[in-house]
């Protein structure tokens, strides 16, 4: 069952793509200009190698389900998906996983954003976490968690300057 619950989070990744290259090109048109476009394949490979990391270890090193671990890290999953599409609902056609900023574009402060700058990443750093645990593979939500905090670190600086908050 872990493995299907791994191939449908891969599944909503695909569907996060194509709803980024529409927004993308809605963006374009609307004068839109990228930024931080070197850290987007490292980003992406990460995420790609998490969903890959997952299934190794648990099947290399027959990590086993723990209800008392696995249940809550499934509910956090589920909890931090539900919190990056109320991000993608909130900022609507400027949802990109690529930085792109449309100039003179009014920041969004509705939604998750009333409350943080960057809701997505909160959700992102949790799903890191949490998803490997689903079924007991720590190193995966080790290594991948600190990997995601280098990416962030990097990303969020860009968004910051690329949006003029102070970095």
């Known amino acids: 069952m872990y493995y299907l619950f791994i191939?449908?989070?891969?599944?909503?990744?695909?569907?996060?793509l194509v709803v980024s290259r529409r927004n993308a090109?809605?963006?374009f048109a609307h004068g839109g200009q990228e930024f931080g476009r070197g850290h987007y394949p490292a980003m992406v490979s990460m995420h790609a190698l998490l969903l890959i990391s997952c299934i190794t270890e648990v099947a290399v090193w027959h990590r086993p389900f723990v209800?008392?671990?696995?249940?809550?890290?499934?509910?956090?999953?589920?909890a931090s998906t539900a919190l990056r599409w109320w991000c993608v609902a909130t900022l609507g056609k400027h949802w990109n996983p690529r930085l792109?900023?449309?100039?003179?574009?009014?920041?969004?402060?509705?939604?998750?954003?009333?409350?943080?700058?960057?809701?997505?990443?909160?959700?992102?750093?949790?799903?890191?976490?949490?998803?490997?645990?689903?079924?007991?593979?720590?190193?995966?939500a080790i290594v991948f968690s600190l990997a995601n905090a280098a990416v962030l670190s990097v990303r969020i600086g860009a968004e910051n300057r690329a949006l003029g908050y102070a970095a």
Do not use: F, K, Q
Request: glycine content about 6%.
């Open 7 to 16: 191939l449908a989070i891969g599944a909503e990744r695909l569907v996060e």
């Open 25 to 27: 090109r809605w963006s």
């Open 67 to 78: 209800p008392w671990l696995g249940w809550p890290m499934m509910a956090l999953v589920a």
């Open 100 to 140: 792109i900023v449309i100039p003179d574009a009014p920041l969004v402060t509705g939604g998750p954003y009333r409350w943080l700058h960057h809701p997505n990443y909160t959700a992102v750093a949790v799903e890191v976490a949490a998803l490997p645990l689903v079924h007991s593979a720590w190193v995966t």
